[in-house]
């Protein structure tokens, strides 16, 4: 914008001074040129009076010399005769001679002004005064170099104002844009100082009130969350107190009850903490997978469903938060028990690659008949609240990834889940949020 705004700025000028440079360059020549000419008339005029006194060429010739010019000045006499450095050819004179007025006659090294004289006796005289081509420019390339001059100033102060008024408008637009980024980052915090024109000012006011509403509706939406899960506390204590009653063989139940007290708790924490950028985190794949498949072995002996967890033995370093990884590692084999028939075989994958990782979570169930339909989002049935999908896919994307549904080797579905690794300087997760809402599907679980 500032290049562009310096450009219109010089082209503005530029046509504004040659339209007056042009004319004024004329007018300086037309200028010297008449003054030359008037010169010329005022010599002619001089000798007159020592016309009217003597024709004699010897006088005459004396007069030239005291002009300080004589090899410009010729007087061509009645009888034929001339005095002085005669240039004009005869026929030239002769016409003159026949006129009441002054004329010019063009040369190669200048002009040749002739200026009939009438004597007494209806004799007629004529002088003729030579003007060289240097006399009708003298001056003239001075004082276009001066109008040069004029015009290159004028034209560097415009540059110069139209640069700093763009500077204005750049430095707007661009504190502009990085608040929005900031904003977008997670940074509820950044206001501008509205400055510019009026249409940066207009659109500084509108973001600073924009960041005031988001704020006041990420509020009500942590009160209401926290809202929402402190309720659910008083149907978990129940069911507490319910399984104190079942003796030892509840103990697996009041252990994964447990947790989801925890996890309930962690969402009511982090409800109430104060909106803040994000950090970046990491974690090991590996790790959470282990954990979990821990978890739903037991689920799986009881189902008698064969399992196996490939390529999880030596670290693997994701960059999300474990307990968002282990949520979504939840949702996909939550959908493999709920999707297949009791004793299906499932395997998980754990594949690192150069700068990606990826969780690949096959079955031998009957797989999922339309990939595409499954990944748009919507419920998608059987008791699904169609949201498994939709929290590992962005997840994948907040790391730069993807997710992918294909048919696997056991004969079912496989669910690909890719990170990227290799973006050091990526945004924190929020921004990847709000970047993979662009997209122009939203992709939901069978």
């Known amino acids: 914008m500032r290049r562009t705004l310096a450009l219109l ?26 003054r030359a000419m008037a010169e010329a008339e005022r010599q002619a005029s001089a000798l007159v009076p020592v016309l009217a006194i003597t024709v004699d060429p010897d006088r005459l010739t004396h007069a030239l010399l005291s002009t300080g010019a004589r090899d410009r000045i010729a007087v061509h006499l009645p009888g034929g005769g001339s005095a002085g450095t005669v240039r004009a050819p005869a026929d030239t004179v002769a016409a003159a001679s026949r006129l009441t007025r002054a004329i010019t006659a063009e040369m190669d090294t200048g002009y040749l002004l002739l200026r009939p004289v009438a004597l007494d ?5 004529v002088i003729e005064i030579f003007i060289p081509s240097a006399d009708l420019t003298r001056g003239v390339a001075s004082s276009w170099a001066v109008l040069s001059g ?33 904003l977008g980052a997670g940074d509820l915090s950044v206001r501008i100082e509205p400055e510019g024109p009026p249409e940066l000012v207009a ?22 969350a926290a809202d929402l899960s402190h309720r659910l506390r008083t149907p978990l204590t129940a069911l507490r107190l319910s399984l104190d009653h079942l003796g030892p063989e509840a103990d697996q139940s009041r252990s994964a009850l447990g947790r989801l007290e925890a996890e309930v708790d962690q969402i009511i924490a982090a409800a109430r903490q104060p909106s803040r950028a994000p950090e970046l985190v990491h974690c090991d794949a590996a790790e959470v997978l282990r954990e979990r498949l821990t978890f739903w072995s037991a689920l799986a002996e009881d189902q008698r469903r064969p399992w196996e967890l490939i390529g999880a033995s030596a670290p693997v370093r994701v960059p999300v938060a474990a307990t968002e990884l282990s949520a ?32 690949l979570i096959a079955d031998a169930g009957p797989g999922i008949r339309d990939p595409e339909a499954a990944l748009r989002r919507g419920t998608s049935g059987a008791g699904s609240t169609g ?20 048919a696997s080797s056991l004969g079912g579905a496989r669910v690909q889940l890719w990170f990227r690794t290799d973006r050091h300087d990526r945004p924190p997760r929020t921004a990847r949020r709000l970047v993979g809402d662009r997209w122009p599907r939203r992709r939901t679980p069978r």
Do not use: C, W, Y
């Open 387 to 406: 949201l498994g999908l939709d929290i590992a896919r962005r997840l994948a994307e907040s790391s730069g990834g993807t997710l992918r549904i294909d």
């Open 203 to 224: 659109a500084g006011e509108a973001f600073n009130s924009m960041a005031d509403r988001v704020v006041q509706l990420l509020a009500a939406e942590r009160e209401m």
């Open 150 to 182: 004029v015009a290159a100033v004028l034209v560097a102060g415009s540059l110069l104002v139209g640069d700093r008024l763009g500077v204005r408008v750049v430095r707007s637009a661009r504190r502009l844009g990085k608040a929005a980024s900031a």
């Open 9 to 34: 700025t010089v082209a503005g000028t530029s046509m504004v001074a040659l339209a007056f440079l042009i004319p004024l360059g004329l007018i300086v020549r037309e200028i010297a040129h008449g």
């Open 328 to 359: 979504v590692v939840d949702a996909l084999l939550g959908n493999v028990f709920r999707h297949t028939r009791e004793g299906t075989a499932f395997t998980v994958t754990l594949h690192q690659g150069a700068g990606t990782v990826g969780m």
């Open 121 to 125: 006796g209806g004799r007629t005289v």
